[in-house]
Structure formats: structure tokens, C-alpha cells
């Protein structure tokens, strides 16, 4: 991989700066060219930086994304799979829900063309750090058989999506997540 000048380095923090800010106030659909001009650098720069909107959203939630992966994987030697399962689950849900953009990112990754989808997209991370403890939970009868790590993220994402003009976005995104557990992973006794 080539080394950026520093010019091109500056803009494309720049460029990520106030497209955080932009989604943040605006969601996943924040204006390309309102990023541009914020930035004070032309769209074709964001286009060399971010060939398309799913590039953007990545290089914007990545940080939070890898920090999902390695509670997954801090919470994979725990004896109770299921609380391990959950208290991610929960985390998982907490941030698509409060982090403006992050679900319909998830959804963008879900449905996105095969030939644009690729290992480092958010949902393929999340998919990826949570099949260990979806697998222990599930050989522990902590999970009903047949429920997928795919199925949850679609399920977390749909609660985050309702729940996105809530006034308190994380608590009722908590609340459909545990109505939803109870059909999904039934109490050991």
C-alpha cells in the first residue's frame, strides 16, 4: 500500500471529522457534499478517499465496531454462555441504538451487493465476533436451536431502527431486546 502525503492524510481526518459530526446530526444519509464543503475540500476528494457511502460509514463506525469484536471476545471464556451472549447482545444493541447512522449502516452491510460487501464491513465483524459465543450458547441449550448469529444482529438492528426517535433510544432499545430474549433463548432452570 502506497504511503499518503501528508496533505492527503490531513484530509482525509479532515474528511472523517465532520462526517462523524454530519451523521451524528443527520444519520447515514448526511450529504456527501455538505461533508465536502465542511471539510473544505472538493467531492472528488471524498470520492478518492471514500469511493462510496458504504466506504464512509465503515471508516466511521470502525472504531466502535472493533471495540463490539473484542467485548465478543472477552466475554468468549465465560462459563455462562448465556449472559455472555446477552450482556454483547446488549452492548451490540446500546450502541446501533444511541450512535446515529450505525443501524441503517448494519442494514446497508446485510443488504449490500456481494461484490461491495467484504470481510472488514461492520456486520461481517460483528457476525464474525459474535458466532463463538452464538455457538457455545447454542451447545449449552442457553439458545433455541436454530437461531443465528445473523438472525440477532437483523434482530438488534430492527430494534435500533424503531427505536432511533425514541427520547431515550438505549433504555427502550434494552427493553424490545429483552422481550425479544425470552423468545429466543429460553431460562435455564
Known amino acids: 500500500m502506497p504511503v499518503q502525503r501528508a496533505d492527503a492524510r490531513r484530509n482525509y481526518a479532515r474528511l472523517l471529522a465532520v462526517a462523524e459530526q454530519e451523521i451524528a446530526a443527520h444519520g447515514a ?3 456527501l457534499e455538505q461533508i465536502a464543503r465542511l471539510a473544505e475540500v472538493g467531492s472528488a476528494t471524498v470520492r478518492r ?3 462510496s457511502r458504504h466506504a464512509l460509514l465503515e471508516a466511521v463506525f470502525r472504531e466502535r465496531i472493533e471495540t463490539l469484536c473484542a467485548h465478543a471476545r472477552n466475554l468468549g471464556g465465560r462459563a455462562d454462555t448465556r449472559a455472555a451472549l446477552l450482556e454483547w447482545l446488549s452492548a451490540v444493541t446500546a450502541s446501533a441504538a444511541t450512535i446515529r447512522g450505525l443501524a441503517i449502516a448494519l442494514t446497508r452491510d446485510s443488504a449490500a451487493d456481494p461484490a461491495e460487501a467484504h470481510e ?3 456486520s461481517a ?3 464474525e465476533a459474535g458466532e463463538p459465543l452464538v455457538r457455545r450458547a447454542t451447545d449449552d441449550g442457553a439458545l433455541t436451536p436454530g437461531v443465528t448469529i445473523t438472525d440477532l444482529i437483523m434482530l438488534i438492528t430492527g430494534i435500533a431502527l424503531a ?3 425514541n427520547p431515550d433510544p438505549a433504555t427502550e432499545a434494552d427493553r424490545l431486546l429483552a422481550l425479544t430474549v425470552v423468545g429466543v433463548s429460553p431460562r435455564q432452570r
Open 49 to 51: 478517499h471514500f469511493p
Open 125 to 127: 465483524q460483528l457476525t
Open 29 to 31: 444519509d448526511a450529504s
Open 163 to 165: 427505536t432511533e426517535h
Open 120 to 122: 472488514h464491513c461492520a
